[in-house]
């Protein structure tokens, strides 16, 4: 095994959710209709288990409440394993399009039933498809009300469904009108050719697998070395199967769902070999002395 480039313990987190609740076929897939769908998440999720054990990684397993109230014996493999539980919500539905009071009982049901399974606080959330921005930081102060203390929904980039560029690229503090939440980025990477200048998404989901996979390696090392910042790496189960079936949808949303789905798990693999990992919040608890933002009136500052 090749020695990973610094001591560094990034995050390795997996949203748990199944190939027909991602929002790339909302339009044309209904909620009311998901129990219809040949599931798969499971044995998915168990080939992750699977490669966690080979390289000896743990992990942080965003769970979807619809899925943990069906296959609850997963959600329980997954915390006898020593991986962390945390919470996707419950009905992976966009956080500025469900507003407070949904959103506010989304979360404390999946939070319920994930403890309740586990045995164990639920600490952690990802909100469905990033979708805590500009439009939705009042969830912030939701998320500390109902017990989370850390929070991993806000990408600091563009992007036509989540984003919000400006906000800080590494783990931070929040200041909200109820207390404060630890927030984790999902990792991106400063590309500069010539004038040109952007902030791009790195290391998750379909950056995994749409980047040449040196880019992606380059790029978190670059990460580790020379920001000396810790990152996260996201994966969904419904990545590892090129076999899934075929939904209907825009080529876009086709596009960004199907490509090189075969080369997930050897590129997985790859960065569990290269890198340090464990879950995202023992990355949390290790990190001191982290900046402290105030989000209020929707806008980032750094707090004095």
């Given at each position: 095994m090749r020695r990973a480039p610094t001591t560094i313990i990034n995050a390795l987190t997996v949203d748990v959710e199944d190939y027909f609740h991602v929002?790339?076929?909302?339009d044309v897939i209904s909620p009311h209709t998901w129990a219809d769908f040949d599931s798969r998440v499971e044995d998915n999720t168990?080939?992750?288990?699977?490669?966690?054990?080979t390289h000896g990684r743990k992990a942080t397993f965003f769970v979807l409440g619809w899925e943990a109230q069906?296959?609850?014996?997963?959600?329980?493999?997954?915390?006898?394993s020593g991986h962390e539980v945390a919470c996707h919500g419950f009905g992976h539905q966009l956080v500025y399009n469900i507003g407070p009071k949904a959103f506010r009982e989304d979360v404390a049901r999946a939070k319920s039933l994930l403890e309740d399974l586990t045995g164990h606080p639920v600490t952690g959330y990802r909100a469905p498809s990033y979708s805590i921005t500009v439009k939705s930081l009042w969830a912030v102060d939701i998320l500390i009300e109902t017990g989370f203390t850390y929070d991993s929904s806000i990408v600091p980039a563009r992007h036509d469904i989540y984003g919000m560029p400006?906000?800080?690229?590494?783990p931070y503090r929040i200041e909200g009108e109820s207390g404060v939440l630890t927030e984790f980025p999902p990792s991106t990477m400063r590309l500069a050719i010539g004038p040109f200048r952007a902030t791009l998404p790195i290391g998750g989901g379909g950056y995994l697998r749409l980047y040449p996979f040196g880019v992606t390696r380059w790029g978190l090392r670059d990460l580790n070395k020379r920001e000396g910042k810790p990152f996260s790496v996201y994966v969904h189960p419904w990545e590892l199967d090129p076999g899934q079936p075929k939904l209907a949808g825009r080529p876009r949303s086709r596009f960004r769902h199907y490509i090189n789905l075969r080369h997930t798990e050897a590129r997985l693999g790859?960065?569990?070999?290269?890198?340090?990992f464990g879950t995202m919040r023992d990355v949390i608890s290790s990190l001191a002395d982290l900046p402290m933002h105030d989000m209020r009136g929707g806008r980032f500052k750094e707090a004095v």
């Open positions: 929002q790339a076929f909302a168990r080939r992750i288990l699977d490669l966690l054990a069906r296959r609850p014996e997963l959600v329980r493999l997954i915390a006898a400006g906000a800080p690229r590494f790859a960065l569990l070999q290269d890198f340090h």
